[in-house]
Nanobody
């Protein structure tokens, strides 16, 4: 599967953005999906994930309550709604996909098999 992230931009602290990740192929619904981010000088970190089978979601503590991951299988698209943005959310955001055999009992990924290019999110103070 090929992934294309979009929707990044410059926003003031407290603002919102919605990232999208368009996936190629007909089997999107069978992939568990996730979002990661990488800030300058830092390692890539997990942001959120969504199951392929149960709809279960999982978030990093740093974004819990502010970000929402969702997917529309009919559109082959993954979303990340980001509210109450903070300057520390500034990073390049990446979407990723996991084959069903790379997921746990809830259908959440424990490893990712495919990665998209990133989209830059900049939050000004």
């Amino acid at each position: 599967v090929q992934l294309q992230a979009s929707g990044g931009g410059l926003v003031q602290a407290g603002g919102s953005l919605r990232l999208s990740c368009a996936a190629s192929g007909r089997a999107f619904r069978r992939y568990a999906m996730g979002w990661f981010r990488q800030a300058p000088g830092k390692e890539r970190e997990f942001v959120a994930a969504i199951s392929w089978s149960t709809g279960v979601t999982f978030y990093a503590d740093s974004v819990k309550g502010r970000f929402t991951i969702s997917r529309v299988n009919a559109k082959n698209t993954l979303y990340l709604q980001m509210n109450s943005l903070k300057p520390e959310d500034t990073a390049v955001y990446y979407c990723a996909a996991a084959d069903p055999n790379s997921t746990d009992y809830d259908g959440l990924p424990y490893e990712y098999d495919y990665w998209g290019q990133g989209t830059q999110v900049t939050v000004s103070s």
